[in-house]
């Protein structure tokens, strides 16, 4: 069974600092996805950035980038020059091919200081 | 385009009572999954369907929990006879193909 693990339960940066969020996972399976949500305040989730396993290339989105590290099974998150709208619970999520089913780590709770 | 609906946002039951909760998927998108979200928790899966079929319901409690996607109209997860610890934030997320899933504003149910 898949797994995915966030080892970081909360943190808190200054605004403008960047942050980085850790992840690792466990999978027997070669193809999958993975994934960060953002859930705010408001407890929509919010896709924040997507990485296919077979890339090599890490994923970016605007101050959004991740370090994917497919044999460490490691997928971090790092936000850079971080503002206050970026407060809220992250949660990593894993998607193998042929499973349909996200699995969520337990989320790391970010506040951005102003 | 107008992104995953559900309603209703906030519901009230109170115990024995029956939840209905439904979600229209994103246009174009014809795969359907619930999760569930307890206080505090990440988000589990519960089921997965396409239009007119259930494709994996291998998270839904074996009681008491349905879900359906009919061929017209939104997917509904269906709770009977409710207890308190159904209260949870229900999401709905919805696909084009299996990849990204996009989700809903979800709706959070409170048993009384």
């Known amino acids: 069974a898949q797994t995915v693990t966030q080892s970081q339960p909360e943190m808190s940066v200054q605004e403008a600092e960047t942050v980085t969020l850790s992840c690792t996972y466990d999978t027997s399976e070669n193809n999958y996805y993975l994934f960060w949500y953002k859930q705010p305040p408001s407890r929509q989730m919010i896709l924040v950035i997507r990485?296919?396993?077979?890339?090599?290339q890490n994923a970016t989105e605007n101050r959004f980038s991740v370090n994917f590290q497919k044999a460490a099974k490691s997928f971090s998150l790092k936000i850079s020059d971080s503002q206050l709208g970026d407060t809220a619970m992250y949660f990593c999520?894993?998607?193998?091919?042929?499973?349909?089913?996200?699995?969520f780590g337990t989320g790391t709770r970010l506040t951005i200081i102003p | 385009n107008a992104g995953v609906m559900q309603n209703p946002r906030h519901l009230v039951r109170r115990r024995g009572q029956e939840a209905r909760l439904r979600c229209s998927p994103m246009?174009?998108?014809?795969?359907v999954y619930w999760y569930r979200q307890l206080p505090e928790e990440g988000l589990k899966f519960m089921v997965y369907l396409q239009k007119e079929n259930i494709i994996d319901e291998s998270g839904m409690p074996k009681e008491r929990f349905s879900a359906e996607f009919p061929k017209e109209g939104p997917s509904i997860l269906r709770i009977q006879q409710v207890v308190r610890g159904d209260s949870a934030a229900y999401f709905c997320?919805?696909?084009?193909?299996?990849?990204?899933?996009?989700f809903g504003p979800g709706t959070r149910l409170l048993v009384l």
């Open positions: 999520a894993f998607i193998d091919f042929g499973n349909e089913k996200l699995t």
């Open positions: 990485q296919e396993a077979y890339k090599q």
């Open positions: 997320a919805s696909s084009r193909t299996q990849e990204t899933q996009y």
């Open positions: 246009k174009g998108h014809s795969h």
